[in-house]
């Protein structure tokens, strides 16, 4: 599986943006897909993470209420509306792809991950 994130940039504390991962392959469906983020001299940190017939959605507690994970199946992608938007939420935005059920919030519990993409939240 490849995956393609997109959708990063510029945005001013308050404002929104959306996230992109495109997979390549057949089989998507059978992935959890999850969003994590990491900033300079940090751990990669969970974001958010989504079944694989996106039933279940999970979420980092800080990211309630104003992130949202979905996916679209047909179309090998995964998103993450990120709104609200606050200057700590500036980092890479990494999405992933995994099977691993029962380690969907943490990194070793996916097997493939995209190149990243920026975001920078100004105040």
């Known amino acids: 599986v490849q995956l393609q994130a997109s959708g990063g940039g510029l945005v001013q504390a308050g404002g929104s943006l959306r996230l992109s991962c495109a997979a390549s392959g057949r089989t998507f469906s059978t992935y959890v897909m999850g969003w994590f983020r990491q900033t300079p001299g940090k751990e990669r940190e969970f974001v958010a993470s989504i079944t694989g017939n996106g039933g279940s959605t999970y979420y980092a507690d800080s990211m309630k209420g104003r992130f949202a994970i979905s996916r679209d199946n047909a179309k090998n992608t995964a998103y993450l509306q990120m709104n609200s938007l606050k200057p700590e939420d500036t980092a890479v935005y990494y999405c992933?792809?995994?099977?691993?059920?029962?380690?969907?919030?943490?990194?070793?519990?996916?097997?493939?991950w995209g190149q990243g993409t920026q975001v920078i939240v100004s105040s």
């Open positions: 992933a792809a995994g099977m691993r059920i029962w380690a969907m919030r943490v990194p070793g519990g996916y097997d493939y």
